[in-house]
């Protein structure tokens, strides 16, 4: 079993940056791809990113892509999610997933751990 813990979020006005952290705890010893997905309210959770085991394999959404970066540090048991250039439809709940695979995927089928979310509101 692995906790996901996502930190960071909050409201920011359009063009602005946020800097997600999901911290991983329990069983983090295990091989894990990790991603980030989002919810808007009335919404269908969609995927943003996600980056395999090794760090070699990212895929973005073409929604975020340019603007969005993702990255781990498996020392820390943590991915990021560096988000610049923000706009008013990035405005959801972001949630960090593990997948116990070393290979990434964008489905949100396909993942095993989900963390809490976290809020971001990017608004005028």
């Known amino acids: 079993q692995v906790t996901l813990v996502e930190s960071g979020g909050g409201v920011v006005q359009p063009g602005g940056s946020l800097r997600l952290s999901c911290a991983a705890s329990?069983?983090?010893?295990?091989?894990?791809?990790m991603g980030w997905f989002r919810q808007a309210p009335g919404k269908a959770r969609e995927f943003v990113a996600a980056i395999s085991w090794s760090g070699g394999s990212i895929y973005y959404a073409d929604s975020v892509k340019g603007r969005f970066t993702i990255s781990r540090d498996n020392a820390r048991s943590t991915v990021y999610l560096q988000m610049n250039s923000l706009k008013p439809e990035d405005t959801a709940v972001y949630y960090c997933?593990?997948?116990?695979?070393?290979?990434?995927?964008?489905?949100?089928?396909?993942?095993?751990?989900w963390g809490q979310g976290t809020q971001v509101t990017v608004s005028s």
């Open positions: 997933a593990g997948r116990r695979t070393i290979v990434a995927s964008t489905s949100t089928r396909e993942y095993d751990y």
């Open positions: 329990g069983r983090t010893f295990g091989i894990y791809a």
